[in-house]
């Protein structure tokens, strides 16, 4: 089954009311299309979106630390405690170095909560898949945002992205990110190897959010 992460950010369409709103709209996208949804809201918004929607909500960071003084840390016992699923990890937003991903990465695993590691080339993605969580995101930072998607701008980053890590771990699932907006960008993602793929803006600022949506996976059909 296709995958689509919907990273919230911190957008205001994307926030409190709005956020939970966007979350209603995955949900059924998940089910009328059998496409799996994550969604990755703020922090703040985790637990009232999972107790509303079923489908998996994962944080946007979590910190390798664990109960005690470490004010202004998110960690896994509390996004846990919130409904969240999972994770990313070391999005380009909020990178971190490669020993505090082993640390958040075990962090995540101590409460059972799936990760996504994004990367940001293929050596970086070799090192994340070493570390064997449940995806890496490989996603260039310069096509953030840019409208471009990485799979037509430099589709070799993903396909050797995906021949590095299952090379290294091949449970590890690859997902591909960065300027991800139409349905043929998602089909080209997959034909380069990748499970599914890592969107934000493209949706998010979206006139009509439903729709951006549907005609992204009704697209790469």
Same mark, same amino acid.
């Given at each position: 089954?296709?995958?689509?992460?919907?990273?919230?950010?911190?957008?205001?369409?994307?926030?409190?009311?709005?956020?939970?709103?966007?979350? &209603?709209?995955?949900?059924?996208?998940?089910?009328?299309?059998?496409?799996?949804?994550?969604?990755?809201?703020?922090?703040?918004?985790?637990?009232?979106?999972?107790?509303?929607?079923?489908?998996?909500?994962?944080?946007?960071?979590?910190?390798? *630390?664990?109960?005690?003084?470490?004010?202004?840390?998110?960690?896994?016992? $509390?996004?846990?405690?919130?409904?969240?699923?999972?994770?990313?990890?070391?999005?380009?937003?909020?990178?971190?170095?490669?020993?505090?991903?082993?640390?958040?990465?075990?962090?995540?695993?101590?409460?059972?909560?799936?990760?996504?590691?994004?990367?940001?080339?293929?050596?970086?993605?070799?090192?994340?898949?070493?570390?064997?969580?449940?995806?890496?995101?490989?996603?260039?930072? &310069?096509?953030?945002?840019?409208?471009?998607?990485?799979?037509?701008?430099?589709?070799? *980053?993903? =396909?050797? $992205?995906?021949?590095?890590?299952?090379?290294?771990?091949?449970?590890?699932?690859?997902?591909?990110?960065?300027?991800?907006?139409?349905? &043929?960008?998602?089909?080209?993602?997959?034909?380069?190897? =990748? &499970?599914?793929?890592?969107?934000? $803006?493209?949706?998010?600022?979206?006139?009509?959010?439903?729709?951006?949506?549907?005609?992204?996976?009704?697209?790469?059909?």
């Amino acid at each position: 089954m296709t995958i689509i992460v919907l990273n919230f950010k911190t957008y205001r369409e994307s926030t409190g009311s709005e956020a939970l709103r966007l979350a &209603e709209i995955c949900e059924d996208i998940a089910r009328d299309y059998s496409v799996q949804m994550i969604v990755a809201p703020q922090t703040a918004d985790i637990h009232a979106i999972s107790q509303k929607v079923k489908i998996p909500v994962y944080a946007q960071h979590v910190d390798g *630390v664990g109960y005690g003084g470490f004010t202004g840390h998110v960690t896994a016992a $509390s996004i846990k405690a919130a409904g969240a699923r999972g994770s990313l990890i070391n999005h380009s937003e909020r990178r971190i170095k490669l020993a505090d991903m082993e640390a958040s990465l075990s962090a995540c695993r101590d409460f059972a909560l799936a990760s996504i590691i994004c990367t940001n080339n293929v050596a970086t993605t070799r090192a994340a898949a070493a570390l064997e969580p449940d995806y890496v995101a490989v996603e260039p930072p &310069e096509l953030i945002g840019s409208g471009i998607p990485v799979s037509k701008a430099n589709p070799s *980053v993903v =396909s050797d $992205s995906v021949s590095a890590v299952k090379k290294i771990a091949p449970r590890v699932g690859v997902l591909c990110g960065a300027g991800i907006t139409h349905g &043929e960008d998602l089909r080209s993602a997959l034909d380069l190897g =990748s &499970e599914g793929v890592l969107l934000a $803006s493209g949706i998010i600022k979206a006139k009509d959010q439903r729709q951006a949506l549907e005609d992204l996976v009704t697209g790469a059909k």
